[in-house]
């Protein structure tokens, strides 16, 4: 049996931990991270047939049954899952459509997965009907855009219009835009429902006054995702107080989807 720890998934996923909680989107146990692998990823790491406990998921996710996955554990700090990725990660197999997770390494110490698993676990299922590709999906509390959703319109598509406004790279790396939810408490199913319901049509979902979900095919595309938009988000807090004397507009948006052979999501340009 290979050494789990030097698996490329774990590797990539302490690396990521890591660099967020240095980007400062994850202080404390704040944020969450869930990356879906296939057996053949995982099997050369795990002793055949072992489980060391069934964890209730309270939720059902039939899309998902036999799916693993490498998750971040409730209450643990990104800042330590270098130092101690057992106690702070696990690899959990959903079965009994979804309703169980059969832990199979991790969570070292009586642990958990985190109390989002229900919103990551929709997520995944949301992203999957739409990109057959999708595997990660992550939460965290980006300064930023944290910040923007105290002073900006919550409406999609004005969010959308200046987050795109704000940096040139914008509309190409989320043509689709972003969705926002409204102030909803968190660790829920229904925050969990509604979040993968917005995830049906943009991997980005903003949690006003709390953080962003981003959903993608690798951990680095989504954190790169989620970095292109706290950018931008970092810009309009610079500028939002000051005269604004040139912008990104419209038709300049319209120059880049054909430059780019993107499609800006419909009826969020002029
Ligand atoms: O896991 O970020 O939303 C801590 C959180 C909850
Ligand atoms: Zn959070």
Redesign the pocket.
Known sequence: MKDILNAPFMVEMTRTTTNMYQQGW?E?????ISLMLEREQVEDYLERGKVLRAIPTGFSAPELEGKYFLV?G???YFKNVRYEPEEDLGLVRLTDGGAQAQLLWGFAGGGSF???FP?HMMSHAARLKVDAGNRVVM???PVNLLAMTYVHDLDERAFTRTLWQMSTECLVVFPEGVNVLPWML??TAEIGRVTAEKMGTARLVV?AQ??IYGAGGSLDETFGLIETAEKAAEVYLKIAHLPRRNTITDEQLHLLEQRFNVKARPGFLD
């Open positions: 994850d404390r146990n704040g944020g969450n971040t409730t209450g643990k985190t109390s989002e919103a939460h965290c509390h968190c660790g949690w709390h953080g």
